[in-house]
């Protein structure tokens, strides 16, 4: 079959597209992931290894994985990773490269994916560009598809990380926007030729290998209000 990043005739590995250590908060006891329906025709199953695909070749998702290896060792702790903790964290010594590649191959897997957890993403033209700047391990500047970070938290002690919630897309002051639940984080993508207009770019990885990462309660989310309501109506449906 052919990998998608590479367009070689390959055997194909079942990749995941977020991070199996991102779904680690997610599982059960008995390591299973609940993955509630997105719509009243579907019905609650479980997954035993997050959701995954085959898309990319062994060579390609080795590629990959060098990114995801640096973005965990971000949020989990790595040697020389500077974290100021406040709000919003400051985190620096991040390696710009890795950390900006993983991002774009996050949003560009989702695009290509048949699951239909990732159903609203689809970044037309700028899927090709985008797959262009991973397999030439070009990220490109840091207005270039900028992701900002949002992290949840109910209460000061207790980050959102055991949630993972289907992609959507949104307009932001005029540009396309899909909006990622995972990690306990907001991971906002922004797929627009005018990035530069955007007035939350002090919330966007710099080229030094610095992003702050603001603080937001999840019960003043409106995202989040929505979102408990529905799983609730779920859970009486049942």
């Known amino acids: ?28 006891e008995k390591h299973r992931l609940n993955v509630v329906p997105l719509s009243s025709e579907e019905r609650e199953r ?7 695909e085959y898309l990319l070749c062994k060579e390609c998702e080795k590629q990959l994985s060098k990114y995801e290896d640096h973005v965990k060792r971000v949020f989990y702790g790595g040697t020389g990773i500077l974290i100021k903790n406040g709000n919003p964290i400051v985190i620096e010594r991040i390696d ?3 950390f900006k590649l993983f991002q774009l191959s996050l ?9 239909s957890f990732f159903n609203a993403v689809r970044l037309g033209p700028h899927e090709k560009k985008i797959r262009n700047m991973i397999i030439k391990e070009d990220p490109s500047s840091w207005l270039k598809y900028p992701c900002c970070i949002f ?5 000061e002690k207790e980050i959102l990380d055991a949630f993972i ?7 932001y002051n005029g540009h396309f926007a899909y909006r990622f639940v995972f990690g306990g984080c907001f991971w906002i993508f922004f797929i627009s030729n005018r990035t530069h207009e955007i007035e939350i770019t002090n919330f966007f990885l710099t080229e030094e290998g610095k992003i702050s990462i603001p603080l937001r309660k999840a019960e003043e989310t409106p995202f989040f209000q929505g979102v408990a309501k529905n799983i609730l109506k779920f859970s009486k449906d049942k």
């Open 1 to 28: 079959m052919q990998c998608k990043l590479c367009l070689q005739d390959k055997d194909l590995s079942n990749s995941h597209i977020i991070p199996e250590f991102f779904y680690k908060p997610v599982y059960d």
């Open 46 to 52: 479980y997954e035993q290894k997050g959701i995954r």
């Open 96 to 98: 710009y490269n890795k």
């Open 107 to 115: 949003i560009w897997r989702a695009s290509i994916s048949k699951n």
């Open 151 to 155: 992290m949840m938290f109910m209460d």
């Open 165 to 171: 919630y289907p992609p959507q897309i949104f307009r």
